[in-house]
């Protein structure tokens, strides 16, 4: 019945650089983690303490007409929040989707290794994800994967790979976070460096519209897994959200 659907969606591939069935297993699983999201929204609702203060200044704060659309309001709040943690893993799969390209999997030092063109890669979702200290510390984390002449990935170029980057911009550049205990910045290292989402898929797939053509292949794809769609108005809205992430 699947494979009958999927005839009548699309005789094309949805994307020239992976599988369609590695494309609806990432899909299928953003899909499971929003349902996910929205049961332990429940949950949490229903036993944590809510703070009637902030109920009663967000309903009038955020014009919000009943305390069931407030409830509703709040649960879809937290359920992003597990979403959202989801999306690294979403890209992560689609990006060791790619031929020659291997998705390491939770509880790895890296995400992501190309043995072909010698990179290894540290996804997060969004240039805020990693910040403070933490970016420090992650720089020494690849530092100590990419320099020493007894590690597996020795002279192997790390990239730390921020999908939606600030202010939609592109970059390809070597890696400086400041570090706190040192009271300056990390050294420059061509082997560490960071780049947005739109640069790295194209440098994974070989393909400069990469992640454009995967954003537009999303809407078949879901309706192929799970069987729903969207109002042509309400896509053309979507997309403008995509042009302002990446300019």
């Known amino acids: 019945m699947l494979a009958m659907l999927r005839t009548k969606l699309t005789k094309m591939p949805y994307l020239n650089y992976i599988k369609d069935s590695d494309l609806e297993d990432a899909v299928g699983f953003m899909l499971a983690a929003a349902e996910s999201g929205q049961e332990t929204a429940k949950k949490k609702f229903a036993r944590n303490v809510i703070d009637p203060f902030a109920v009663v200044f967000e309903m009038v704060g ?3 007409p009943t305390v069931a659309e407030w409830e509703k309001s709040e649960q ?3 359920a992003q ?3 959202g943690q989801a999306l690294g893993d979403f890209h992560q799969r689609v990006l060791g989707s790619i031929k020659g390209w291997e998705n390491l999997g939770v509880g790895n030092n890296i995400d992501l290794f190309c043995p072909s063109k010698k990179i290894i890669a540290e996804v997060k979702n969004k240039h805020n994800t990693v910040t403070g ?3 420090s510390a992650l720089y020494h984390g ?4 990419v320099m020493p002449k007894s590690s597996k990935y020795h002279r192997h170029t790390a990239y730390y790979v921020e999908i939606i980057p600030k202010k939609g911009e592109s970059y390809d ?3 400086t976070p400041s570090d706190r205990t040192r009271s300056k910045k990390c050294p420059a290292n061509p ?3 960071k780049i947005d989402g739109k640069s790295f898929y194209a440098l994974a797939s070989g393909k400069d519209d990469a992640l454009p053509k995967l954003y537009e292949a999303l809407p078949n794809v879901i309706k192929t897994v799970c069987g729903k769609s969207y109002a042509a108005k309400e896509l053309m809205l979507m997309e403008n959200y995509f042009k302002a992430a990446f300019k």
């Open 81 to 83: 929040k597990t979403l």
């Open 62 to 64: 955020f014009d919000i």
């Open 173 to 175: 550049v070597e890696f």
């Open 133 to 135: 200290g933490q970016l």
């Open 191 to 193: 082997k560490i460096r």
């Open 142 to 145: 690849l530092d100590d994967l």
């Open 76 to 78: 879809a709040r937290q």
